[in-house]
């Protein structure tokens, strides 16, 4: 009884967010939609702010993990294609790894445990604080003034995060490559010939695909939090768990879309 | 005398728990109206209603004769202006800034002009030397006073203060009552104050409604003079009274 009483809890708890987060996607969009009509409602301040703090400032991690991440794909495929004589096929298996997946997937990763986390815990301070009650008074919305700036910011990090996190990946690869005795020209010739521009491209769609859903949660946990001793905390854990885990479903399901597609 | 804000009826709270029932009362244009009551009674609770962050449980509530509903919200918005408990003042912008930006939001100021008025209302509230600080750098007090003069900032016509002057020395709070009573006279503001200070109440509140948590409801209404001397209630005569018990 206790269980199915707690199944029907949780299961109400989740109907009440998933109303929630429709509402919170739909205030987005019209806002974001009137910005067409009027663009100077865009708080470009707050974006320039939003974006210093999720790109620069997260660039030497980015970069740092992705020159870390290629070093040990490289490192351990190597030691299996060795054993055929073809360890220089490392740098294709790196290219297609880094450009189609593991760039964008960990640079996600990454980006919502420094800006997502970060988004929440603003917004949710600013909710305790009642400074949302404070915007809501004035007659502006919360929407346009936290929100938008904000996924706008993360949005378009990611691609440039993404970008410093592959290339460190390869420059990681070949020098693996190199200790391994293959030259780094022939290392480089093999990713060019790997890398399509539609490769690249979809990486990085992929990867401003990730960043929207990460800001977009970090700013839904922080207006939902709940103005207890703990709030701000279970509102940051919350955007960072959300956000991994809708990276990865959004990840798995275009992979498979790729694959139904054949791309 | 014209209505602006009218309670009917009203059960006041958070969507299931109700904290105050049966409220009834008016605020009338140009007066000063205190809401009245120990902690966690409800006055805040009952104040974000008349700001319409909240809706009402039940009963029925107007401000300027009209409900708070997602067609007169904008309206409304730009009749009513609020300084928070806690102030809620932006943490990411100086008090200048915080000032500004009801400004340069609504009015059609030209740049230099709302700078203009946006210094002029810090310096109602002895403030214009803090104008380039961030809240996190002024006292709690301060913050409170930037907070009002953000309110005031678009010339609305009430204004809900939540304990304006708690946390602030007699001097300061006494010139903050100057201030609302010369706002009121020379602009028929209407002002509707949660406060504890009898001073204050005494010197400034027309009109006063008073709450009981024990009983969940309003238990006295009327001038601060007749709530004191001739309220039937022994929790009103005890409030009012407290002055003589606590020495001040
Ligand atoms: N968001 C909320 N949800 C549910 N209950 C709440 C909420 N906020 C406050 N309450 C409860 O409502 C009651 C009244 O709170 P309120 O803040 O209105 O008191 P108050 O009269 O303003 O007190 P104070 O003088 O301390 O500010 C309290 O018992 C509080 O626990
Ligand atoms: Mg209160």
Redesign the interface.
């Given at each position: 009884m206790a269980i199915l009483s707690g199944l029907g809890e949780w299961f109400d708890k989740g109907r009440r967010s998933f109303a929630g987060w429709q509402e919170f996607i739909g205030e987005t969009t019209v806002d974001c939609l009137s910005l067409i009509v009027r663009p100077r409602n865009f708080r470009f301040g707050?974006f320039l702010?939003a974006f210093q703090r999720a790109s620069y400032s997260g660039l030497a991690i980015s970069t740092g993990i992705g020159f870390l991440l290629g070093l040990i794909l490289a490192f351990e495929s190597a030691a299996a294609l060795r054993s055929f004589g073809v360890e220089v096929y490392v740098a294709d298996l790196l290219t297609i790894g880094l450009f189609r997946e593991l760039g964008p997937l960990v640079t996600a990763i990454i980006l919502a445990g420094r800006s997502g986390i970060a988004f929440a815990a603003d917004i949710g301070?600013?909710k305790v604080?009642?400074?949302l009650?404070?915007l809501?008074?004035?007659?502006?919305r919360p929407v346009r003034f936290l929100v938008l700036p904000r996924v706008a910011a993360a949005t378009l990090a990611m691609p440039v995060l993404t970008v410093f996190a592959e290339l460190a990946g390869l420059v990681g690869g070949a020098i693996v490559l190199r200790v391994m005795d293959v030259p780094t020209v022939v290392f480089w010739a093999h990713v060019e010939s790997t890398a399509t521009l539609f490769m690249i491209v979809f990486g990085l769609a992929k990867a401003c695909l990730f960043g929207m859903l990460v800001g977009l949660i970090g700013c839904f946990s922080g207006m939902r939090t709940k103005a207890t001793a703990d709030g701000v905390g279970v509102a940051a854990t919350a955007a960072v768990v959300s956000s991994i885990v809708a990276i990865a479903v959004t990840d798995g399901i275009l992979a498979v879309v790729c694959y139904i597609w054949n791309v | 005398m014209e209505r602006v804000i009218e309670l009917r009826n009203v059960y006041a709270g958070y969507g299931r728990s109700v904290i105050l029932r049966d409220v009834t009362f008016d605020v009338m244009k140009g007066e000063v109206f205190a809401l009245l009551g120990g902690s966690g009674c409800g006055k805040s609770t009952i104040m974000k209603h008349m700001i319409g962050l909240n809706p009402v449980l039940s009963g029925d509530l107007t401000v300027a004769g009209m409900r708070w509903t997602a067609k007169t919200r904008a309206k409304l918005c730009r009749k009513i202006g609020v300084m928070y408990q806690s102030g809620a003042l932006f943490g990411s912008m100086t008090c200048l800034e915080n000032v500004l930006l009801p400004l340069e939001e609504f009015s059609k100021l030209r740049r230099k002009a709302r700078r203009a008025r946006a210094m002029e209302l810090l310096a109602d509230v002895e403030l214009a030397d803090a104008a380039d600080k961030m809240p996190s750098e002024i006292s709690g007090g301060m913050r409170k006073r930037v907070a009002i003069a953000r309110a005031m900032a678009l010339d609305p016509e009430v204004v809900f203060l939540d304990e304006p002057s708690a946390g602030l020395d007699p001097i300061t709070s006494a010139s903050l009552d100057e201030l609302i009573l010369r706002l009121k006279r020379e602009k028929g503001m209407t002002f509707v104050v949660v406060t504890h200070e009898l001073d204050s109440i005494f010197r400034i509140a027309d009109r006063a409604a008073m709450f009981d948590k024990a009983r969940k409801g309003m238990v006295a209404l009327g001038t601060p003079a007749a709530l004191r001397d001739s309220s039937p209630d022994p929790f009103v005569r005890k409030f009012f009274n407290r002055r003589k018990t606590d020495g001040r």
């Open positions: 707050d702010l301070t600013m604080d009642e400074e009650d404070a809501a008074t004035m007659g502006l | -």
